[in-house]
T-cell receptor, first 115, second 113 residues
Framework: DAEITQSPRHKITETGRQVTLACHQT?????MFWYRQDLGHGLRLIHY???????NKGEVSDGYSVSRSNTEDLPLTLESAASSQTSVYFC??????????????FGPGTRLLVL | AQSVTQPDIHITVSEGASLELRCNYS??????LFWYVQSPGQGLQLLLKYFSGDTLVQGIKGFEAEFKRSQSSFNLRKPSVHWSDAAEYFC???????????FGTGTRLKVLA
């Protein structure tokens, strides 16, 4: 069955370190998204991509970067981790169409703790 | 400003009882409305969505939601709750032609046996 996976599921790191969270989907979806989930804020969009070599900033993109070299993967990099980036991170994907009507399918999440 | 409000942070119901989770939105454009469920340790799963037409929308797992434009609401309902419905529920709104969801802060549902 097609799916979307994230790794690692849990990560502890130190302030200032570079961290990369992996997201892999097997639906062949064009669109991929990264969100962070924090208490009191719901989910907020970090970055998104509409296809290979396409990346765009979301509402909370500072301190994060993404690259899309193939259809299946959209890794999220924290250039220099900060305690404010302690959060749960969700990757999502959706089929063709840069529109909200396309259902987004979410991965299981990565819980990141920055000490 | 665009926003989604879920006024109830926690709700507890007994198994077999009816359920209504509230969602109010503020959005200038025509809203596209969604309800997602997040089970413990899992990602979000779409329950239902509303784009246009009949304002009563049926979803998976026996859930339904009703869009009321005059009240800017999109409340989620289930006539009889099962223990497996214990989870966190998120309402989201998006505008036509955009990529972006705005999520509410979620309502955590506890089901008593």
């Amino acid at each position: 069955d097609a799916e979307i996976t994230q790794s690692p599921r849990h990560k502890i790191t130190e302030t200032g370190r570079q961290v990369t969270l992996a997201c892999h989907q097997t639906w062949n979806h064009n669109n991929m998204f990264w969100y962070r989930q924090d208490l009191g804020h719901g989910l907020r969009l970090i970055h998104y991509s509409y296809g290979v070599h396409d990346t765009n900033k979301g509402e909370v993109s500072d301190g994060y970067s993404v690259s899309r070299s193939n259809t299946e993967d959209l890794p999220l990099t924290l250039e220099s981790a900060a305690s404010s980036q302690t959060s749960v991170y969700f990757c999502a994907s959706s089929d063709k169409g840069q529109v909200i009507q396309e259902t987004q399918y979410f991965g299981p999440g990565t819980r990141l703790l920055v000490l | 400003a665009q926003s989604v409000t879920q006024p109830d942070i926690h709700i507890t119901v007994s198994e077999g009882a009816s359920l209504e989770l509230r969602c109010n939105y503020s959005y200038g454009a025509t809203p596209y409305l969604f309800w997602y469920v997040q089970s413990p340790g899992q990602g979000l799963q779409l329950l239902l969505k509303y784009f246009s037409g009949d304002t009563l929308v049926q979803g998976i797992k026996g859930f339904e939601a009703e869009f009321k434009r005059s009240q800017s609401s999109f409340n989620l309902r289930k006539p009889s709750v099962h223990w497996s419905d214990a989870a966190e529920y998120f309402c989201a709104v998006g505008a036509a032609g955009t990529y972006k969801y705005i999520f509410g802060t979620g309502t955590r549902l506890k089901v008593l046996a």
